[in-house]
């Protein structure tokens, strides 16, 4: 359920140890807070950013006071926000060394209109080597009322030194009936599309409220599937023609050509499920009667050959392979439909 106070979705342990340290006066002087995409973390972090700035003296946030609708939208001058930029055109890769200086410059200063400054790293994965050694010279002893929050959804890549100088704070993926449950009685979304969106969430709630305020990604999300569906069944021209179109876009708009692969990637994952006889679990339930039908020409180790291929073509483009080729090789291997039965 909501938190009250707190206003966030499943998420009640997490919560409980952050009110746990506000109230015992334990709050440490770095966190960082782990957790899938979508999952929370930046509204969890802002919410503990407004307790720690609240007027209502409750150790919780109002949600109401000035100071904390000046941090819902992101004006407070005491909160500020570092992650990967888009410059110029170009997609910088790294929260850099300017901004940790900029951090350093900040953090001896009093507070200017809160009663604490807190500097919130989002994909905090990203920061490059040097610019993570000087943040550690900070967030160890930085001058009291400065609070550091860090945000990932990739531990594995974060230093094991500033590792151990934060305290861990996990987020995890949540029900799908939480989220349905939220749509339906808190958003009055129609049960339709409530259950769609709920489903394709997979337990996110973030990714499922921009689905709700932006349609568009549900939109791109069923183009995705119609490509796929119309390569399966076509000439390897015409996927070598779509491979170059998705090569393009890998460069031109990383996360999109991410996405595609995945939605891709949900579409032969539940071909593999109604083969396995588990129609309630798919992923996409408005293409269960599609899928049904294509699943027909496949045998179950084509299917899952195929996953594994898509599985493997995301690894690759995330350690910069050539797109276009790998991308091709990916078309090259579509099993051939076959009356599988
Ligand atoms: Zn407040």
Redesign the pocket.
Known sequence: MINNTWEILGQDGAVKRLTLDLIHNRIAHAYLIVGPPNVGKYTLATRLA?AL????NDRI?????T??TRISKEIHADISIYHVSQTNGSRQTEIGIGDVRQVERKVVLKPYEGSNRVLIFRGAEHLSEEASNALLKVIEGPPPQNVFILLTDNIQLIPATILSRCRRIDLHAIGEDLILDHLLNNMQIPETEARLIARLAQGRLGWALQAVANPELIRVRNEDLNQMIRIMTSSLEIRFEVASQISRLFYHNRSEAGNTLNTWKSLWRDMLIIKYGNETDVENLDYLDTFRNQSLNYSRTQIAHYLKDIIKAEGELESNVNARTCLEALFLNLPSPSNQG
């Open positions: 407004q700035n609240c007027t209502s946030p109002c949600l109401s006071c100071q904390c």
